[in-house]
Each structure stands twice: as C-alpha cells, then as structure tokens.
Nanobody
Framework: QVQLVESGGGLVQAGGSLRLSCAASGRTFSTYAMGWFRQAPGKERDFVAVISARSGGSTYYADSVQGRFTISRDNAKNTMYLQMNSLKPEDTAAYYC?????????????????WGQGTQVTVSS
C-alpha cells in the first residue's frame, strides 16, 4: 500500500515556474514507477510525465510539456518532483501523482494503482 501527497501547486503568471512534489509513504517507493497526470474542468485526466522506478531511470513526456517540464525522483526521500517552467494558461489543471508497482512506466491512467488527492495549478495570462 502506498499513500501519495502532492504539494507545490498555486497561482502563477504565464511564463512563470512551479515545482510540484509528491511524497510517498511506505518502504517500497523505489520499486514503483511513478507519473504525473492532470485534469482540467470538464476534461479527462491526461498523462503529463512518467518515470521508471530506479533513480535516474527513463522518463517520458507528453508533447504539450516536452522541453518545459522535468520529472525526477529521489528514492532516498520517497519523493517525486515535477519542475514546470514557461507555464502557459493551458497548463491550468489539477495535477495528480500516481504510482504503479512495476519498474516500467505507463502513459495510461488505468495502469496506476495509487493516486494522490491532487494539487491545483492555475496559470494566468
């Protein structure tokens, strides 16, 4: 069982930056692939970025955030991050972190067993 808690959301102007954190409970964090997903009002939850289980492992990004966002993890601290730069109004959404008990990441929301409660990111124009 893994519990996830996101933090770091807020209101920022277009072009600004935010760093989201996802703190995980449990001793098996380093065996879980992780991901960030987001959901805007009236839309489906979409993948943003994913990372494999090991520190420094492979990552994958949605086209819409490639080059602007960076996903990382610190297995010693049981924490995953999402550095978001050059934010745009269309990045406005609730951001969720997720975990799956496999080494390899997936882009599919249904592949993840554990979810945080979400943190709101609002980008003003």
């Amino acid at each position: 069982q893994v519990q996830l808690v996101e933090s770091g959301g807020g209101l920022v102007q277009a072009g600004g930056s935010l760093r989201l954190s996802c703190a995980a409970s449990g001793r098996t964090f380093s065996t879980y692939a992780m991901g960030w997903f987001r959901q805007a009002p009236g839309k489906e939850r979409d993948f943003v970025a994913v990372i494999s289980a090991r520190s420094g492992g492979s990552t994958y990004y949605a086209d819409s955030v490639q080059g602007r966002f960076t996903i990382s993890r610190d297995n010693a601290k049981n924490t995953m991050y999402l550095q978001m730069n050059s934010l745009k109004p269309e990045d406005t959404a609730a951001y969720y972190c997720a975990a799956r008990p496999y080494a390899a990441w997936s882009r599919r929301t249904e592949a993840y067993d554990y979810w945080g409660q979400g943190t709101q990111v609002t980008v003003s124009s």
